[in-house]
């Protein structure tokens, strides 16, 4: 009951997001859904990590930088092709997390998270601190829109099309790969490491490949984020972006199939909310109160839902089976 019930709530959720905005014709919209589905990227890969393979990143907001930043002076200092700059702002992450990788995640638990924060905040500084090669505080202006062939994506209706193409693609691999017996062995490290190990299963590696597959995802979604928006700047690629990316992992429900596009639908609303609620609340307050929220919200979530909205269907049919108990006992 609790699976068909979440995979309807998801399956709802991902047509009207589809066909509504088609029919509506709204820039504002289309902006909205295509943030929503970039970060759906993001957290799709992040689920993988955190889902599957057990392991926790807070430094997935600087493999997004890297692979804006990688398309975006591509394209502006060396005057690439933009398909081929995206592909360049998709492998550079998974280099990058090729390297770290095999030493990071020989750490656990709290210790991992603080390796990949330490590593998000060293990539900041250098985005802040590049100089001429990454603009510094001032960023990168005067990205060209995404190219395919002839077909260039110069409008929102455009830009979502492709992304949400793109998301229900990655969303079809995913099945098929939590599916097949290396989502099964990334399954079985998430439940016990050491289990998996006396198994047979070599979980250094496939932890190593859950983490690179995780940074591809968050590169093209970082390529794909500075050709729509055209210009960037470090104040996206911050700590408070990793919670988020984390938090929408965490509320969609780890190790879910529509986990992450959940996760990402609510707290990119919440966000909305609160850009309108805390200045009212607090006048003159800025963004650092919305890192504190979510940082309520994520410890919440943790103590009292860790299944996060996968477990709504269990809510329900734990309540229904109360009722027939209690009606029971009326009789």
């Known amino acids: 009951m609790k699976k068909i019930i979440f995979k309807f709530s998801g399956a709802v959720i991902m047509l009207v997001l589809l066909i509504i905005p088609l029919l509506l014709n709204s820039n504002y919209l289309y902006g909205s859904l295509i943030v929503i589905g970039l970060y759906a990227i993001v957290v799709q890969g992040l689920g993988i990590l955190m889902g599957y393979a057990g392991q926790v990143s807070f430094g997935h907001a600087a493999f997004f930088g890297l692979g804006a930043y990688t398309a975006a002076i591509l394209t502006t200092r060396f005057h690439w092709p933009s398909l081929l700059a995206l592909l360049a702002a998709i492998l550079l992450p998974g280099i990058v997390a090729a390297l770290i990788g095999r030493q990071t995640l020989k750490l656990r638990e709290l210790y991992l998270a603080l390796a990949t924060l330490g590593f998000g ?192 269907g269990e809510f329900f049919q734990s309540s229904k089976k109360s009722l027939v108990q209690d009606g029971n006992e009326v009789n």
């Open 121 to 312: 905040i060293l990539v900041h500084i250098l985005f802040t601190e590049g100089g001429e090669i990454t603009g510094g505080p001032s960023g990168i202006s005067g990205i060209p829109h995404l190219g395919i062939g002839s077909l260039i994506l110069n409008s929102d209706r455009k830009f979502y099309i492709l992304i949400w193409i793109i998301l229900v693609l990655i969303l079809l691999g995913i099945r098929n790969l939590v599916r097949s017996r290396t989502g099964r062995a990334l399954c079985a490290i998430r439940e016990s490491e050491y289990a998996a190990e006396n198994a047979g299963i070599d979980c250094i590696r496939l932890k190593l490949q859950a983490f690179i597959f995780s940074a591809l995802l968050t590169g093209l979604a970082g390529g794909l984020y500075a050709f729509y928006v055209t210009f960037i700047s470090p104040s996206p690629f911050t700590f408070h972006a990793s919670v988020q990316f984390v938090l929408m992992a965490v509320i969609g429900g780890l190790g879910t199939f529509w986990g992450p596009l959940l996760g990402a639908v609510v707290v990119v609303a919440l966000n909305e909310i609160l850009k309108e609620l805390i200045p009212l609340i607090v006048p003159g307050a800025g963004g650092e109160y919305q890192i504190i929220i979510y940082g309520i919200i994520l410890v919440a979530l943790m103590i009292y839902r860790p299944q996060g909205l996968s477990s709504i």
